[in-house]
C-alpha cells in the first residue's frame, strides 16, 4: 500500500514534458477494450476516455489538488519531503516513494537514459531503503540532487513515463474493461495513486474487488453511479484504515460531486473543494 497524507505543499513552475512512451515510439493511446464479461456500454466506448489529451491534464489537476494543494501538476516534478508516513522520501508528480520502489523504478529509468545524472550515485543508496522508511545514505544531498535533476527534460520525462506505465494506464485499461466512462476512469486512477495497484484488501484491486461484491459493474450489466458509488465507499474504508489518509475530502467533496451531478463525462466545468480548499476548472 502507498501513499500520501493530506500534508500539502504549494510548488510552482510550468515545465512541459514529452513522455518517454512517445518520445521513445511508444505506445499512445489505447483503443476502449472490451471486457470478458460483457460489452462496454455504447456511452463508454464512444465518450473521450481519460487518455484524451486534454481529459488526462485535467486529471493531472484534480489529483495535484489532493496531493499539493495546486492545479499546477507540473511544478511538481522537483517536490520532494518525508511526509512522515512510514514511506520515507514522498517526491515528484505522483509521490514517488523510496520505501515502495517506484522511486527507484523511476531513478534506474532515468539513469538508463542518462547515465551520470544527478541522481545515479544514489541508486545503491535507494535499493538498501527500498521496503523501509530509512534516510540511510540520501539526506539532503539526495533531495537537493532531486531538485537539481527536476529541472532536467529527461528526468521529467521519466517521471511521466513511469507516472502512466505503473499508474495511468493500467488503471484507466482497467476501467474502460468495467464499462466506465472518463469520471469513473478518473476515480480508479485516483484510487491507484494513493492505495498502490497491490492485491491485498486496502490496494487498488482490493478496493475494486470490494466494489464488486456490492455491486455489479456496467460492463456485468450494473448501473454505473450505483458501482462508483460502491467503489467510493470501498476505498473510503481504506483510506480511513490508515492515519495518514483519514481526511476523505477527496472523496467526499470532489469525486462524489461529480458523480451526484451525473458527470460521467469528466466535463468541465468542475467545482470541487479538497480540504475545505475550494478548486475549479472552467475549460
Known sequence: MRKRTTTRVLLTGMAVALPFSLALGGVGQAAPAKPAGGD???AAAFAT???????????????????????????QFKYIEDIDDGRGYTAGIIGFCSGTGD???????????KPGNPLAKYLPALRKVNG???????????????RKAAQDKAFQDAQESERDRVYFNPSVKQAKQDGLRA???????????????GTDKYSFSGIR??????????AQG????????????????AMQSEKAHEDTSRVDTAQRVFLNNGNFDFQPPLKWKVYGEPFQIDQ
Not at 469520471?183 to 495497484?197: E, K, R, S, T
Open 40 to 42: 462496454v456500454p455504447a
Open 49 to 75: 476516455g481519460l487518455d484524451d489529451p486534454h481529459k488526462k491534464d485535467i486529471a493531472m489537476q484534480v489529483v495535484s489538488s489532493a496531493e499539493n494543494s495546486s492545479l499546477d501538476w507540473r511544478g
Open 103 to 113: 522511486m527507484l523504478d523511476l531513478v534506474e529509468l532515468y539513469t538508463k537514459h
Open 132 to 146: 523501509s522508511d530509512s534516510h540511510a545514505g540520501l539526506g539532503k544531498p539526495f533531495e537537493d540532487a532531486w
Open 183 to 197: 469520471l469513473g476512469q478518473f476515480i480508479y486512477y485516483d484510487a491507484i495513486v494513493m492505495h498502490g495497484p
Open 209 to 218: 474487488k470490494t466494489a464488486l461484491s456490492k455491486a455489479k459493474s456496467p
Open 222 to 237: 450494473g448501473d454505473e453511479k450505483t458501482y462508483l458509488n460502491a467503489f467510493l465507499d470501498a476505498r473510503k474504508k
